[in-house]
C-alpha cells in the first residue's frame, strides 16, 4: 500500500472540503482522483503532500506521515509556475536539492530529464523564454527531478495542445511500467479511461464512487447490447427497445435477459452481425450521472 | 526543521539576489559617490585652495591687505603687530581708489561714534561674503579688543577677552565616570556619525527585508511556491530566506565600508573611527545586537507580510506600515538632540517595532540608563519568536491563497485555529 487515507476531515471556517474520505492506492497502479471543482481534491493532495494539516483522519504515504515521505514523493500542482527568471537547469536543480538530492545527481537527472522532453537545448535559457507548452513540459519535469516512488498530477493536462497531451500521456504511461504509483487528478475523462486502473471519485468532500474502472463500468453499464448489422428483424426476443447509434444499434434489453440470449436469438435468424458488444458507458456519463444524483 | 534545506535555500537566496540589478545599483551607489567626491575633489581642488586663502588670509602678509579709514581715533596709530597688514587711509575717497586698483581687498571704515554705536562699515568690491567673514573673524576681533583695551590693561587679560571660552565637554555618565571630548566640534561629530551610521544601518535592513518581502510575493505571484513547500516546511523555508537576505545585507555593508576604505584611503573612515573612538565600545557592540535583532524581528514579519498580498504591489503597501515603525525616531530626532532620554523615547524604546532603531539613535546620543537596555533587549528578544509564530502562521496561510487578499477575519480565524 503506497497511500492510505483514513476518515480524512478538513474544514476552512463553516465550509467542509473534505468530509470522512477513506481511500487506498496500491503500488504501481495509476490511480484517478475525480470530482467537480470544489470537490476537495486539491485540498486532500495538499494535505498528503504535508502542505496543510487534517482537522481529522490519518494519512500515511509509503508507511509514514506525509512530513516524512515528503521526499519520495513528486508534486504537480494544479496552481503552477516556475521562478521566471533562473535558468531552466538552475531551477531543476534548485528544485531537486529541495527534495534532499545532491547537487552533482541532480544535475544529471535534470540533463537526462531534459533531454526526454527535447529542452536539453534550453537547459541554459531563462523559464520566461520558453513557450507556453516548454514551460507545461517542464513543470511536468521537475516533478520528477528527484526520482520520486509515487507522483500526484493535479490536472497535468490543463491548457495542453493535443500533442503535448499526447507527449505527457506517454511519459505517464512509462512512469507506469517504471514501476511507479501515478495519482491522477484531471476533468478529462478520456484521459482516466486510458490511463487508469482504480478511481476514486470525490463530492463535496466526500468519496461517491471508489473502485476498479473496469468494474465501476461494468455495474453503471445499462442493460443493453450494441449491434453492428446491415439491418435487424422488427421483434427480436427479450429486446425492448432498439435505437440507431452511430452507424449500429442499441438494443435496451428485458430484465431476466442476457445479453447472449439475444446473441443466440439474433444468430438463429441469420442476422449478419459485423461486431456484437455489451453496451459501454463512458465515464464521462457516469461522472455526470453520480454527482447530479447526489448534488441535489 | 531541516537545517540542510535551511541551508540550500539561504545559498539559492543568497545567490540569485546578489546577481539582480537592484542589489548591485544600490551597492555600487555608495562607492560611485564616493568616486564621484574624490573626482570633483580634485578638479576642484585648486579653485577651493584659492577661495579657502583669500578668506583665511585677511591679516597675512603674504595675502591681500586690508585698508582702514578710522573717524573715531581710537585705532590710530595702529599697534606695531597690525602695522604690516593694515593700510591706513586718511579718507574714504583714498580707500575707495585703492579697493578699486586691487591694492587691498576690503576697506573697513570706522565710523566718528563708534564709541556710542560700535558702527564699522566694510567697502569691498567681492560678495557680500566678504562683509560676513570680517563680522565673524576671530582675527578682526582681536583688532579691535586689542586697539580697545590697549594700555589699559594687561596683554594676558587682552588676549583672554578677545578669546574668552576654550571649550570642553565631559560629559558625566551615571556609573560615576565621565567622557571627555575636545570642542563642540568633536561633541556633535560624536553623534552626528553614529546617527547616521544608525541611518544606514536601518537602511541595510530594509533593503534586505525589501527583497525577502519581493521574493515571496514573486513566488506565490508566479505559483512556484506550491512545489516548493511540498519539499520545504514554511518554516524552514522562512529561516531559509531569512539568514539568505540578512547575509545579503551584511555583504553590502561590508561592500561600503571597503569601498570607503579604498576611495578615500581610509581617511573617512579613519574620522568616523575617531570621533566614534569617543563613544565607548558598549554602545558599538550593543547597536550590532541591535542590528541583528532588528533584522530578524523584521526580516519575520516581512515574510508574513509579504505572503498576504495577491500582488507584489500589495505586498509592499502592507510592509510600508512597518517602516513607519522603523523610521519613528527619525521623524523625532529633533527631539532626540535635545532630550534622548525623553519620556517618548523611552517609551518607543520597550516597543518591539521601535526598540531597535530607537536605541541604535539614543545610544550614541546619551548615557540610556541601564534599564532601558535591558528591558528593550528583552522585549525584542521575546518579541522574535512572536514575530517567527506570527510570521511564519501568516506565511503559511498567504502563501496559498491565490489571486486574492484573505480578509481580516480570514486572518483571524487561521490565527486562532489550526
Known amino acids: ?296 | 526543521m531541516n537545517w540542510r534545506k535551511v541551508w540550500i535555500v539561504a545559498r539559492h537566496e543568497y545567490l540569485t539576489n546578489i546577481r539582480k540589478p537592484g542589489f548591485i545599483i544600490m551597492t555600487a551607489l555608495v562607492p560611485a559617490l564616493g568616486l564621484i567626491a574624490l573626482l570633483v575633489g580634485a578638479f576642484l581642488a585648486p579653485q577651493a585652495r584659492q577661495i579657502g586663502e583669500s578668506l583665511a588670509s585677511f591679516f597675512d602678509t603674504a595675502g591681500k591687505r586690508v585698508g582702514l579709514v578710522d573717524h573715531s581715533g581710537r585705532f590710530t596709530p595702529v599697534l606695531p603687530e597690525y602695522q604690516e597688514t593694515l593700510v591706513v587711509y586718511e579718507d574714504e575717497a583714498a580707500a575707495e581708489a585703492a579697493v578699486r586698483a586691487d591694492e587691498v581687498q576690503i576697506v573697513l571704515v570706522v565710523a566718528e561714534d563708534y564709541m556710542q554705536t560700535g558702527r564699522v562699515t566694510v567697502l569691498t568690491r567681492g560678495s557680500g561674503f566678504d562683509a560676513a567673514v570680517v563680522e565673524d573673524s576671530p582675527s578682526i576681533r582681536s583688532f579691535f579688543i586689542d586697539h580697545l583695551l590697549a594700555g589699559e590693561v594687561d596683554p594676558e587679560l587682552r588676549e583672554r577677552v578677545a578669546d574668552p571660552v576654550e571649550l570642553e565637554v565631559r560629559m558625566l555618565t551615571s556609573g560615576g565616570e565621565s567622557r571627555g571630548m575636545s570642542g563642540g566640534w568633536g561633541f556633535v561629530f560624536s553623534f552626528l556619525v553614529p546617527y547616521f551610521l544608525a541611518l544606514f544601518l536601518v537602511m541595510t535592513i530594509f533593503t534586505s527585508s525589501g527583497y525577502l518581502l519581493q521574493g515571496v510575493a514573486e513566488e506565490k505571484e508566479s505559483r512556484v511556491v506550491e512545489i516548493i513547500v511540498s519539499s520545504v516546511r514554511p518554516m524552514e523555508l522562512m529561516a531559509g530566506k531569512v539568514l539568505g537576505l540578512g547575509a545579503l545585507g551584511l555583504t553590502q555593508v561590508l561592500v561600503w565600508i571597503g569601498s570607503v576604505w579604498g576611495f578615500s584611503g581610509g581617511a573617512v573612515l579613519m574620522l568616523a573611527v575617531s570621533s566614534a573612538a569617543m563613544i565607548p565600545a558598549r554602545v558599538f557592540v550593543l547597536a550590532a545586537v541591535y542590528y541583528v535583532l532588528g533584522f530578524l524581528l523584521y526580516a519575520l514579519l516581512m515574510a508574513g507580510v509579504g505572503a498576504l498580498g495577491a500582488t507584489m504591489r500589495e505586498s509592499q503597501q502592507l510592509a510600508g506600515l512597518f517602516s513607519l515603525f522603523a523610521m519613528a525616531p527619525y521623524m523625532l530626532s529633533s527631539f532626540l538632540f535635545a532630550n534622548p532620554n525623553m519620556g517618548l523615547a523611552r517609551a518607543l524604546s520597550y516597543f518591539p517595532l521601535t526598540a531597535p532603531t530607537m536605541m541604535m539613535v539614543r545610544l550614541p546620543l546619551a548615557d540610556v540608563p541601564w534599564i532601558d537596555v535591558v528591558v528593550s533587549m528583552l522585549v525584542l528578544v521575546a518579541s522574535i519568536p512572536a514575530a517567527l509564530w506570527l510570521g511564519g502562521k501568516l506565511f503559511q496561510m498567504g502563501l496559498l491563497i491565490y489571486g486574492k487578499r484573505p480578509t481580516l477575519r480570514e486572518v483571524w480565524v487561521i490565527l486562532r485555529g489550526k
Request: charge should be negative; charged fraction near 25%.
Open chain 1, 1 to 296: 500500500m503506497v497511500i492510505q487515507v483514513q476518515d480524512l476531515s478538513k474544514r476552512y471556517g463553516d465550509v467542509v472540503a473534505v468530509d470522512h474520505l477513506s481511500f487506498e492506492v496500491e503500488r504501481g497502479e495509476v490511480f484517478g482522483l475525480l470530482g467537480p471543482n470544489g470537490a476537495g481534491k486539491t485540498t486532500t493532495i495538499r494535505i498528503m503532500m504535508d502542505i496543510l494539516q487534517p482537522d481529522g483522519g490519518q494519512v500515511w504515504v509509503l508507511g509514514r506521515s506525509p512530513g516524512e515521505a515528503k521526499e519520495q514523493v513528486g508534486y504537480l500542482p494544479e496552481e503552477r509556475g516556475l521562478y521566471r527568471n533562473l535558468k531552466v537547469l538552475e531551477t531543476l536543480v534548485y528544485l531537486a536539492q529541495l527534495k534532499g538530492v545532491e547537487r552533482g545527481t541532480a544535475r544529471e537527472r535534470a540533463m537526462a530529464l531534459l533531454e526526454q522532453v527535447e529542452l536539453a537545448d534550453w537547459a541554459q535559457r531563462r523559464v520566461r523564454d520558453l513557450s507556453r507548452g516548454m514551460q507545461q513540459r517542464l513543470q511536468f519535469v521537475a516533478s520528477l527531478v528527484h526520482d520520486p516512488q509515487v507522483l500526484i498530477l493535479d490536472e497535468p493536462f490543463q491548457g495542453l495542445d493535443p500533442v503535448n497531451v499526447e507527449r505527457i500521456k506517454h511519459l505517464i504511461l512509462q512512469l507506469h511500467r517504471e514501476g511507479k504509483t501515478v495519482i491522477l487528478s484531471t476533468h478529462q475523462m478520456n484521459l482516466v479511461e486510458a490511463l487508469c486502473d482504480r478511481i476514486l471519485l470525490i463530492n463535496r468532500g466526500r468519496g461517491v464512487l471508489y473502485g476498479h474502472l473496469k468494474e465501476i463500468k461494468k455495474q453503471y453499464a445499462p442493460h443493453a447490447v450494441r449491434v453492428r448489422a446491415p439491418s435487424l428483424p422488427p421483434h427480436i426476443p427479450g429486446v425492448v427497445s432498439a435505437e440507431p447509434d452511430d452507424g449500429a444499434f442499441f438494443l435496451s434489453l428485458a430484465e431476466d435477459v442476457s445479453p447472449r440470449q439475444v446473441l443466440k436469438a439474433l444468430l438463429a435468424r441469420d442476422v449478419e452481425i459485423e461486431v456484437f458488444e455489451v453496451a459501454p458507458v463512458p465515464l464521462e456519463d457516469i461522472f455526470v450521472a453520480v454527482v447530479s444524483e447526489r448534488g441535489e
